[in-house]
T-cell receptor
Framework: GAVVSQHPSWVICKSGTSVKIECRSL??????MFWYRQFPKQSLMLMAT?????????EQGVEKDKFLINHASLTLSTLTVTSAHPEDSSFYIC????????????FGEGSRLTVL | AQSVTQLGSHVSVSEGALVLLRCNYS??????LFWYVQYPNQGLQLLLK??????LVKGINGFEAEFKKSETSFHLTKPSAHMSDAAEYFC????????????FGTGTSLTVIP
């Protein structure tokens, strides 16, 4: 079946550095991907919709300059957390739509970011 | 506006007992409905979904859910709980024609007692 892969699965960084998280659709093309943030014991919060070849659409309250999204190809979207701070520590999950197939939404395994 | 309510943030059942996880939604039109399971430090895995057709939907791992329009509910059930069912469960809705926008409930943590 369709698989969405995230890398890295866990990253620890120093405060002030930038971290890039990749989301890849492995066996289908995804014109649209979504980025979520999940705090411990809480639900997923949609951060932004990533559109291939165009600018991402951010949800209200999400800083676009803080969370840079680039959907460079039909199989890859990246989320860059710029100048990370401890409050950015969270579990980041992406999802992708198999638009050419069943239209089903598939989720990545998640990436845990810890900012020291 | 869309909203999803999962009653009970924590549910405990004995191994072999019935599992019932509740989900109610608020939507102006019947949405597509989903249940996802999340194991620790992992992404979400689709259990089952309802889009159209038969209102009783069967999913993986013996789970099923029934869409009840009159009650705006989509409760998840499993006749006999297994230890491996212990996880976090999320109900989600996706209104038709919204470009696959998903709205998640707050989640229910299922504990299975041996």
């Amino acid at each position: 079946g369709a698989v969405v892969s995230q890398h890295p699965s866990w990253v620890i960084c120093k405060s002030g550095t930038s971290v890039k998280i990749e989301c890849r659709s492995l066996d289908f093309q995804a014109t649209t991907m979504f980025w979520y943030r999940q705090f411990p014991k809480q639900s997923l919060m949609l951060m932004a919709t990533s559109n291939e070849g165009s600018k991402a659409t951010y949800e209200q309250g999400v800083e676009k300059d803080k969370f840079l999204i680039n959907h460079a190809s039909l199989t890859l979207s990246t989320l860059t957390v710029t100048s990370a701070h401890p409050e950015d520590s969270s579990f980041y999950i992406c999802s992708a739509i198999n638009t050419g197939g069943t239209g089903e939404l598939f989720f990545g395994e998640g990436s845990r970011l810890t900012v020291l | 506006a869309q909203s999803v309510t999962q009653l009970g943030s924590h549910v405990s059942v004995s191994e072999g007992a019935l599992v019932l996880l509740r989900c109610n939604y608020s939507s102006s039109v019947p949405p597509y409905l989903f249940w996802y399971v999340q194991y620790p430090n992992q992404g979400l895995q689709l259990l089952l979904k309802y889009t159209t057709g038969a209102t009783l939907v069967k999913g993986i791992n013996g789970f099923e859910a029934e869409f009840k329009k009159s009650e705006t509910s989509f409760h998840l059930t499993k006749p006999s709980a297994h230890m491996s069912d212990a996880a976090e469960y999320f109900c989600a809705v996706s209104p038709p024609n919204t470009g696959n926008q998903f709205y998640f409930g707050t989640g229910t943590s299922l504990t299975v007692i041996p």
